[in-house]
């Protein structure tokens, strides 16, 4: 049975509609098929959000995101518009942004050891241009408000469509649009005050 909703369910974009009904009946090899084809997206979602602030916390965020999802898979409207990946990439976003919100940290200042943890390119492989286009576009992303790296994050790395990402965020889609320009504007400006062509 596993093997069977493991092929029907896990492919590498969305779950199937018929693994997803037995998810939202509560079948426990349904909702670890829907754990495992998601959980990939939501972890790198909330660590980009975090800006690669510890795995530990990263963790319990996506532990979070999964444990509101399975609470409200129930409500989930098969037939509606948003896809599942959308609704539980939504949740993850809500997740950080709250949790960004409840520790108020200030987001104009750019933490050294937060650029220091975040991820940065193989540099055995790659040439010192790429590294240093990489660092620039981290610590860029780094000093963006919550508001407008949850925009470029959904948009640049998710491939959300600008209404997946106004329902996801709860605004309207020319917000999302202006946040999306005022992003890359500002990590365009980034890149050039670091000397990396954007």
């Not at 319990?60 to 990946?85: H, I, N, P």
């Amino acid at each position: 049975m596993a093997a069977q909703v493991k092929s029907e369910g896990a492919s590498a974009t969305e779950l199937s509609a018929a693994v997803l009904v037995r998810a939202k009946a509560g079948q426990a090899e349904a909702l670890r098929a829907l754990i495992e084809t998601y959980q990939d997206r939501v972890f790198a979602l909330i660590y980009r959000m975090l800006l690669g602030r510890g795995t530990e916390r990263t963790h319990d965020l996506a532990q979070e995101t999964f444990v509101r999802v399975l609470r409200g898979l129930s409500a989930f409207d098969l037939g509606g518009a948003a896809k599942l990946s959308t609704w539980i990439l939504t949740i993850a976003t809500r997740v950080v942004l709250n949790e960004r919100r409840r520790a108020g940290r200030d987001r104009a200042e750019l933490d050294d050891d937060a650029v220091a943890a975040a991820p940065s390119p193989d540099r055995a492989d790659r040439s010192l241009e790429r590294t240093r286009l990489a660092e620039a576009l981290t610590t860029g992303i780094a000093a963006l408000p919550d508001d407008q790296r949850a925009v470029f994050v959904l948009r640049e790395y998710h491939e959300l469509e600008y209404a997946e990402i106004a329902a996801a965020l709860e605004m309207p889609e020319n917000t999302v649009r202006s946040r999306l320009h005022r992003a890359r504007m500002a990590l365009r400006a980034a890149l050039t005050a670091a000397g990396v062509e954007p």
